[in-house]
C-alpha cells in the first residue's frame, strides 16, 4: 500500500462543543473534545487529558496535541478535553476561574470586573471566589462519567493539565483526592504569597498550598501509580505584578519537600524552563509534561514528508 493509501485511512473526528450544566457548580461550562488521529474501523481505547482554561488554551493545546501524537513515540494518543466558559473570547474564563480554581485558605483576590468584553460573571446570589471543591465536585462526578460514557476512554487513565490557578488547582486536588486523576501536569503553580493582595489584604510569607502539601505528607497515604510532573519558568520570580507569588523560588521549596518525603506511588518530575515567563512557559509545560507521562519506548518508523 502506497503512503497516500495509508495517511487516506487515517481521519480525525471534529472537535466536539459541549454545554454541560453543573449541579455543584450551578455553571454552565463549555467543554471541548479532540479525538486522536485513527485508522478506519479501528477500535481503541484511549486515555483522556483534561485542561483547564479551554477558552483561553484549548485550541494552541488542539494544535500540540496533534503534533507530539503524529507518530507516537513523543506520546502516545490521548483524548483532550478542553474546560471552559460559553463565550468565544479568550478572556471568558477571567473571572469564573478565580471561583472555580480557589480554594479556602487561598489569599483573596478582588472579585471587580475586567474592563474586558466577553466575560461572564458567577450568578447573583453564588460564589465567586473558593469554589475549588464544587469544581472538582464537577469534574469527577458529572464531567469524567459523561466523557467515559461517550467516547472510547481507557477507564481510570486519566490526566489533568492547568497552569497558574489551574496549576494551583491541580495541586489542591492531588492533596485532597489525588484518584480523581492519575497524573498531574502541573505548570506555574502559586503556593506562596506575601504583600498586599488586590482585594486590600497583607499577607506575610503565607505559604498555603505548602501547608497543605506538609499536611498530604502527613498523612503518610499512598497513591499508587501516579506521575506528578510540575514546572515553572526561570523569570516568572522577577515579572511586574508577580513578585509578590514568588513563583520561582517557591516551585523549589515545593519540590524540595516533595521530593524529600518520597511519597508512596508517586514519581515526581520537576523542572525549572530557563528563559520561560508567566504566558511563555505553559506550552512548554504541557509538552514536557505530556511527554513525562505518555512517553513511549518505541515509535513508529519515520515517514518521508514535506519538512
Not at 480554581?101 to 487561598?106: D, E, H, K, R, W
Request: some cysteine; overall charge negative; hydrophobic content about 40%.
Amino acid at each position: 500500500m502506497s503512503e497516500n493509501a495509508q495517511h487516506a485511512q487515517e481521519y480525525y473526528s471534529p472537535v466536539e462543543n459541549l454545554l454541560i450544566h453543573s449541579t455543584h457548580v450551578k455553571q454552565t461550562f463549555k467543554v471541548q473534545v479532540m479525538l486522536p488521529a485513527r485508522k478506519k474501523q479501528e477500535v481503541t481505547r484511549f486515555p483522556v487529558v483534561y485542561v483547564t482554561d479551554g477558552n483561553f488554551a484549548f485550541d494552541a493545546l488542539k494544535s500540540i496535541s496533534y503534533s507530539i501524537q503524529t507518530l507516537e513515540r513523543d506520546s502516545a494518543r490521548f483524548i483532550l478535553v478542553g474546560i471552559g466558559y460559553p463565550g468565544e473570547s479568550p478572556n471568558a474564563g477571567a473571572m469564573l476561574r478565580c471561583r472555580d480554581m480557589t480554594f479556602p485558605g487561598y489569599p483573596r483576590m478582588s472579585m471587580k470586573p475586567p474592563p474586558i468584553l466577553g466575560v461572564p460573571l458567577a450568578e447573583e446570589g453564588t460564589k465567586d471566589f473558593d469554589g475549588a471543591e464544587d469544581f472538582k465536585r464537577f469534574i469527577a462526578d458529572e464531567l469524567i462519567p459523561l466523557i467515559d460514557e461517550k467516547y472510547e476512554t481507557v477507564p481510570g487513565d486519566r490526566t489533568y493539565f492547568g497552569h497558574s490557578a489551574g496549576g494551583g488547582f491541580g495541586l489542591y486536588t492531588l492533596f485532597t483526592e489525588s484518584e480523581v486523576f492519575k497524573n498531574y501536569i502541573i505548570s506555574s503553580a502559586a503556593v506562596l504569597y506575601h504583600g498586599k493582595t488586590s482585594a486590600g489584604i497583607n499577607y506575610e510569607n503565607y505559604d498555603f498550598l505548602l501547608q497543605d502539601a506538609r499536611q498530604f505528607i502527613a498523612s503518610k497515604k499512598s497513591i499508587g501509580n501516579t506521575k506528578v510532573y510540575m514546572s515553572v519558568g526561570t523569570e516568572e520570580e522577577f515579572e511586574p505584578g508577580l513578585a509578590d507569588w514568588q513563583l520561582t523560588s517557591s516551585f523549589y521549596r515545593l519540590a524540595a519537600l516533595m521530593k524529600a518525603a518520597s511519597i508512596p506511588g508517586l514519581t515526581l518530575i520537576a523542572e525549572a524552563l530557563a528563559g520561560e515567563t508567566h504566558m511563555t512557559a505553559w506550552p512548554g509545560a504541557f509538552v514536557r509534561g505530556v511527554k513525562a507521562v505518555f512517553s513511549t519506548s518505541t515509535g513508529a518508523t519515520p515517514e518521508r514528508r514535506c519538512i
